[in-house]
């Protein structure tokens, strides 16, 4: 028998042992040979089948202990056979063994399989939908390849022209999987839909039953919709579509596996979902893993079809967005990535501490680096980056700018960068005291410097700062170069505005050795005082313009340590200006009042001068002048003493000398006039200033003579009391002496510290009439 349906060429033969015991309803021996041209599958070319068959009483044929070949696969079959208005035809298939690959492949093989006669158009299942069936395979061990599956459970049936197949069971060492298949086989080409699905298969174990090894260990689940139009390889490819998700549960990923990998540490507890919506959209993928000790959790987004449809690994390219999230790290990238390893895109990258992502990452890290933050345009590949419209920030000090970037040791960076301020101090260790630092009320701090991570670092930056500085002292705005080389970085600034007036200058700090060093060259010019000195040292007694040199280095581990090693040089002079705190002049014309109420300092008060100067040598952290230089309208000054920036104070010496005559601002500091000497003395953010009235004691005479030319009323005074052979009662009938009354004035005048309400005042000794006033508290 033999004939043709939809361009198939289907060829039957058949024998049947004897048809009296079918008539009779026993069982007869029963073969049947088939011949399809084109066959669907290479393989399905011919088909055999042979067993005993019986009539049963409502007209169906059964067939018992058959055997069914396909290629050359041999099935037990049981089968049952029902003519009518549409033909069912029900079996059950057994099998031991089953090698897929002797019925493989689809379109191909044989001298006609896959091959379509004229006007047949595409393979199709037409020829099935004749007849409903219901049709049930087990097979012991199927083969494919390298792939050994046991205990294959399979199940198929066609009603009224719809095929459905389902797999359900396939056992691997790696797991068990589970699919299901539909299609109207009247349909040319078939559109086949289905979902495959796993709770758990061993993934290393897969790649070992595909001939593979991968470095990836764990669970794969999946439960992924399927859907394709065609029969042939060709037409599968071009038209599948998936739907669904697939995960990795508790996988292990040993970097030391891979080439490019610069660590052995594992990946661990990577638990990974892919959700697929569309082969053409992008697939969302979440889930979190744990590297060095931290857990790390990941949202990306990529389109597998722009990278599928490259040529090869190295050239596929698609969309990518990805973000991860862990204690050191907070990130985000949005682009286009290479299988090359390149990027291009958005890039957003935060960090609360730098040294603890770099010691997570394996690199050299120093303390005090922290509040990292980048977002700009990337272009990578492997080993280096460039950037461009970036948003920087580190340490509280923030840029923008472009530059370029080589990964390694030491890091390679090439950049220009625009701030609006930047402060240097934020990257020694200044921008915040340290847990535990020590810090005294309103004064010196000690915070740990540490300038180690410049030897990770080979740098040229081009910088534009609004303002450049260190601490609360800042020029600009600036333009200058950083250079970063063997662990020293090193700044030149030329000359730039400086609070109102010019400064010029050259510093280098060096992290290459075991304390941090700095060294720093400076020039100012015509710079308001009050604001600087305030801004350097919380210093607010002197105004005016400021002309100065400085050439200071030091080195130490923390900020008081680097200050007491501080040496060097330093000169300045002020124009124009005032000392805050004091008017001396007018000291000198209220004398009176001075020794009768006591002297109390006044912020309102100024003694003005043409010019102040002084020059310091610095060693230990203490800065020495004796040649301070005061010119004023009515006052002339010399003085010494000393500068300690560890612990912040001063301890300075004045000698002024008020001038008899009103005539002249210049001349000879040595002019004739008394001298009540000036202490200049404590903290630098409050120190006092108070006159030393000890001198009157010394020269009583001198003292009447010159305040006597002055036009000042001295017999209220009673300093003749203190004149040699002056002594006895004072005529106020107190009966107090030279000592007594020495005692009085100076006790007046000193400042006095501050004490407890209950604590009585301590009196000045009477007999040491030569001793300075006591300094204020």
Known sequence: ?????????????????????????????????????????????????SGEIQLNGNGSYQIKGGKFDVGDQSFQMDALFQPGARHRFFADLAAKRVDIDALSDIGKGGSSAGKVSAGSGEPHLAMLSAFDADIS?????????????????????????????????FGLDAGSVTAKASTNV??????????????????????????????????????????????????????VNLQGTVGIREGKLPLAALAEARTADDITGLNLDAKVHDVGKPVDLTGKLVWRGQA???????????????????????????????????????????????????????????????????????????????????????????FQKAAVALNGVK???????????????????????????????????????????????????????LKGIDAKVDIQADKLGYGKVFAGPVATTLVVADGKAHLNVPQSPFYGGTIAAEMTADGSKDAASLTLNTAIAGAAAAPLLHDAADFDRIEGTLNATVAVSGSGKTTKSLARSLGGKAAAKFGDGAFRG???????????????????????????????????????????TTDISLLGPLVRMDGSGKIDFADQTLD????????????????????????????VQGPLFAPRAYPDLSALAKDP????????????????????????????????????????????????????????????????APDNPDSAASPPG
Request: hydrophobic share 40%; charged share 20%.
């Open 137 to 169: 395979v087990a097979i012991d061990e199927l083969v494919g390849g390298k792939i050994r599956a046991s205990d294959v459970q399979l199940a198929a049936t066609v009603r009224d022209g719809h095929l459905e197949a389902r797999l359900e069971h």
């Open 701 to 764: 005479q001198g003292a009447l003579d010159m305040l006597s030319r002055l036009g000042l009323p001295t017999g209220k005074l009673n300093l003749d009391k203190l004149i040699p052979g002056q002594t006895g009662s004072n005529g106020d009938g107190s009966g107090k002496g030279a000592a007594d009354l020495i005692g009085d004035l100076l006790r007046n005048v000193a400042p006095r510290p501050k004490a407890p309400p209950a604590a009585p005042e301590p009196a000045v």
């Open 296 to 386: 790390v959790t990941f949202k990306s987004q990529l389109a597998p079809a722009s990278f599928l449809a490259s040529g090869s690994v190295a050239d596929a390219s698609g969309p990518i967005s990805l973000s991860v999230s862990s204690k050191c790290l907070e990130g985000s990238i949005s682009g286009a990535a290479g299988g090359g390893g390149t990027f291009k895109g958005q890039v957003s990258v935060t960090s609360a501490s730098v040294d603890k992502l770099m010691q997570w990452l394996g690199q050299s890290a120093s303390h005090g680096l922290r509040d990292f933050a980048f977002k700009g345009d990337v272009d990578a590949g492997p080993g280096q980056l460039s």
């Open 652 to 679: 300075i010496r004045l000698n002024p000398r008020v001038v008899a005559s009103f005539a002249g601002q210049g001349g000879d500091v040595a002019v004739n006039g008394i001298g009540v000497p000036i202490v």
């Open 1 to 49: 028998m033999a004939g043709t349906s939809g361009g198939r060429r289907v060829e039957m033969s058949g024998s049947l042992s004897a048809l009296r015991p079918i008539l009779k309803r026993l069982p007869a021996q029963i073969a049947i040979e088939a011949r399809l041209d084109p066959a669907p599958v290479a393989k399905f070319s011919s088909l055999h089948a």
């Open 582 to 624: 004091i008017d001396i002049a007018e000291v000198y014309n209220n004398l009176v009042g001075l020794l009768s109420s006591g002297f109390k300092q006044d912020q309102t008060k100024k003694t003005t001068f043409t010019e102040l100067g002084a020059s310091f040598v610095i060693e230990n952290g203490v800065a020495q």
């Open 399 to 453: 840029a923008s700018g472009q530059g370029s970037m080589k990964l390694g040791a030491p890091l390679n960076i090439r950049t220009s960068l625009n701030f609006a301020k930047l402060d240097f101090a934020a990257f020694a260790g200044g921008g915040e005291p340290a847990t535990g630092g020590k810090q005294k009320p309103n004064g010196a701090t000690d915070a740990p410097i540490d300038l180690s991570f």
């Open 186 to 239: 009247g349909e040319t080409p078939p559109t086949v839909r289905g979902n495959i699905a796993s709770s758990g298969l061993d993934i290393d174990s897969i790649a070992k039953l595909a001939g593979q090894s991968v470095p990836l260990s764990g669970k794969l689940t999946a439960d992924m919709g399927f859907a394709f139009r065609g029969l042939t390889a060709e037409r599968i490819r071009s038209s």
